[in-house]
């Protein structure tokens, strides 16, 4: 019998989005290919949203050992794409002992084009073996919101950074208009969670994390999300620091009762912060701001992204409500 349907030019695990500018600045998707075990699903297109929405799924909500996914994105210009997910992305034990489960993600976003990639965080289960590495080619004006973050394990089962090892590398490039130029490496960010018995550090991997359940990077750049940037910047230079004094009179201190908004929600979230275990910094480099964060929960964690997200505003504006279920 003669099968009816042409055979499949990609391999498994294999996905490409493609997405366009439409008349009216609505972004669409001109195509979406993917093979078992990546998923990928997009709602209807309403001319009312920012940016096209694409839900990256795996079947059985996770990776099994040895699954290898590798997804292409090419976002066209002034196009805007919205990578979200419904879950934690499980990563299991594998059946054969060193099997390797790997991600890659290779990404082009045209000028004036943009992607918002936040993602729930990748739970590693004990014993798991994981690489990730993702790829972003940004061409002039691009525009650029990273979310990558990884959980401690399965908490209700006691597991506190109980895998063999994560791996997880960030690559940010600027591609030179000029043909004769090679592309610029803005940033290259590698994250090694190690829990081998042939790691470097002599401490067992869930007391290097300091009582972290979760640890987070954040990666911005470009004009949809230069605001955003700024506000972590200024904020994480409006930290109390070690040591500090607080030189103001009686009547100063008083004033200070009466402060602004933004003011009233820093002195509320810095004491929850406190609370939660939080800590962060934030950092301009090479054009590109980096947030580093680390919490003693996953929910706080969680928290408090979506609060300092929430309260720039920023990308609800440029991307939509939607592109901000994940971190919720």
Not at 286 to 303: L, N, Y
Request: charged residues 20%; glycine residues 8%; neutral net charge.
């Amino acid at each position: 019998m003669i099968f009816p349907f042409p055979k499949s030019a990609s391999a498994a695990g294999e996905g490409h989005i493609v997405v366009k500018l439409l008349p009216h600045d609505v972004s669409a998707l001109e195509s979406i290919t993917y093979q078992y075990p990546l998923k990928l699903i997009s709602p209807t297109v309403k001319a009312t949203q920012r940016s096209v929405v694409v839900f990256l799924l795996s079947y059985g909500g996770g990776l099994v050992g040895g699954d290898q996914v590798n997804l292409k994105i090419d976002i066209q210009p002034f196009a805007r794409l919205s990578i979200v997910t419904q879950g934690h992305t499980k990563i299991f034990k594998p059946a054969i002992p060193g099997t390797i489960t790997r991600q890659q993600l290779s990404v082009n976003i045209q000028d004036g084009a943009a992607l918002c990639l936040l993602p729930d965080p990748v739970q590693p289960f004990e014993g798991s073996l994981y690489e990730q590495t993702q790829v972003f080619h940004l061409n002039g004006s691009a525009s650029l919101c990273l979310l990558d973050w990884v959980t401690h394990g399965r908490a209700a089962r006691g597991e506190n950074w109980d895998l063999l090892k994560w791996t997880g590398r960030n690559e940010i490039w600027f591609k030179n208009q000029d043909t004769g130029l090679k592309d610029r490496l803005l940033v290259r960010d590698t994250v090694l969670l190690d829990g081998t018995s042939e790691s470097a550090h002599p401490m067992p991997l869930r007391e290097t994390m300091h009582g972290h359940a979760i640890f987070g990077t954040l990666i911005l750049r470009g004009p949809l999300t230069q605001s955003l940037g700024e506000f972590f910047l200024a904020e994480f230079s409006a930290l109390p620091r070690m040591g500090a004094k607080d030189f103001r009179t009686a009547a100063e201190k008083e004033k200070g009762t009466r402060q602004c908004a933004l003011e009233r929600w820093r002195t509320s979230r810095i004491q929850q912060e406190a609370q939660d275990g939080v800590l962060w910094s934030a950092a301009n480099v090479r054009s590109c701001v980096i947030i580093k964060f680390g919490a003693a929960t996953v929910e706080a964690g969680r928290d408090w992204i979506d609060s300092m997200l929430a309260q720039e505003g920023s990308l609800r504006q440029n991307f939509g409500e939607d592109a901000l279920l994940c971190v919720r």
